[in-house]
T-cell receptor
């Protein structure tokens, strides 16, 4: 089955710096890659997603890149702000499930210091 | 906005008890999911349902069952709770090929 690895497990940056979180996946049939942000006491919230027919997607300060050949995808946050502090999860969805059965990475705790 | 509501934020039960976790969504989504979240392990899928009365096992179904009698409601059942089922439980729902929306979770402690 699909396996998703996520690095780093913790990331500390200064406000205004960029942050990059990386994930690798094992199943070449995966075709959907969402990123979720989880704030303390809340459930995960989708912040951006990408499908395998696209190499990069951007939404304001957040971007995701996908390298299908290497089977890895990354989340880039520019001009970080204290409110970006949270746990971030990547996920991959194998194509043959039909019901968007997501396999999640283990999470990255991002701390943005003022 | 999509609303996924989990009935309890915190729950404390004893080993051997039968435990029910409830989840309701208000967007007429076909698919509903139950995950458990543990530190260092991310989110792992327990069960999901793609229609009323339909269910499929996820990656860690042992010790759990589910019920979906109405489209908007998906229940997770711990038949005989054990201490290793102490965890955060997250419910999600979606339309086919659309992003999953999560509730805020139920933190369950089994003593």
């Amino acid at each position: 089955g699909e396996n998703v690895e996520q690095h780093p497990s913790t990331l500390s940056v200064q406000e205004g710096d960029s942050a990059v979180i990386k994930c690798t996946y094992s199943d070449s049939a995966s075709n959907y890659f969402p990123w979720y942000k989880q704030e303390l006491g809340k459930g995960p919230q989708l912040i951006i997603d990408i499908r395998s027919n696209v190499g990069e997607k951007k939404d304001q300060r957040i971007a995701v890149t996908l390298n299908k050949t290497a089977k890895h995808f990354s989340l880039h946050i520019t001009e970080t702000q204290p409110e970006d502090s949270a746990v971030y999860f990547c996920a991959a969805s194998p194509m043959n499930t039909g019901f968007q059965k997501l396999v999640f990475g283990t999470g990255t705790r991002l701390l943005v210091s003022p | 906005d999509v609303k996924v509501t989990q009935s309890s934020r915190y729950l404390v039960k004893r080993t051997g008890e039968k435990v029910f976790l409830e989840c309701v969504q208000d967007m007429d989504h076909e698919n509903m999911f139950w995950y458990r979240q543990d530190p260092g392990l991310g989110l792992r899928l327990i069960y999901f349902s793609y229609d009323v009365k339909m269910k499929e096992k996820g990656d860690i179904p042992e010790g759990y069952s589910v019920s979906r009698e109405k489209k908007e409601r998906f229940s997770l059942i711990l038949e005989s709770a054990s201490t290793n089922q102490t965890s955060m439980y997250l419910c999600a729902s979606n339309l086919a090929n659309q992003p999953q929306h999560f509730g805020d979770g139920t933190r369950l402690s089994i003593l």
